[in-house]
């Protein structure tokens, strides 16, 4: 099974920029669509964009191309570059593997990191 360890948070001033990267482990991450999503205290996880298998990205309508998504298979790497920071960025961000190889995917087969911290201040 695949693992994911994610890494890169920190807290940073509004208008910066972080490059979040997604360790993958176990099965080849070939075979999967990826994914970012981020937790804000209080709220709901949300997914911030799916890449598929093939490297297609589908992101969320608040990126507002502010979010890139890039996976690197020799690298065994996902990175999420997220650009002109806001203090509403402040969240969890998790990787996401599997339940499919193609976005959207299925809620029941993903696999999860641990999470990396964002904190955004003004």
């Known amino acids: 099974q695949v693992q994911l360890v994610e890494s890169g948070g920190g807290s940073v001033r509004t208008g910066g920029s972080l490059r979040l990267s997604c360790t993958v482990s176990?099965?080849?991450?070939?075979?999967?669509?990826m994914g970012w999503w981020r937790q804000a205290a209080g709220k709901e996880r949300e997914e911030v964009v799916c890449?598929?298998?093939?490297?297609?990205?589908i992101y969320s309508d608040f990126t507002k191309g502010r979010f890139t998504i890039r996976r690197s298979h020799s690298e065994s790497l996902v990175y999420l570059t997220i650009d002109s920071l806001e203090p509403e960025d402040t969240a969890m961000y998790y990787c996401?593997?599997?339940?499919?190889?193609?976005?959207?995917?299925?809620?029941?087969?993903?696999?999860w990191g641990q999470g990396t911290q964002v904190t955004v201040s003004s």
């Open positions: 996401s593997a599997g339940g499919g190889r193609t976005c959207p995917t299925s809620a029941s087969q993903r696999v």
């Open positions: 176990g099965d080849p991450m070939t075979q999967y669509a």
């Open positions: 890449i598929s298998a093939g490297g297609t990205p």
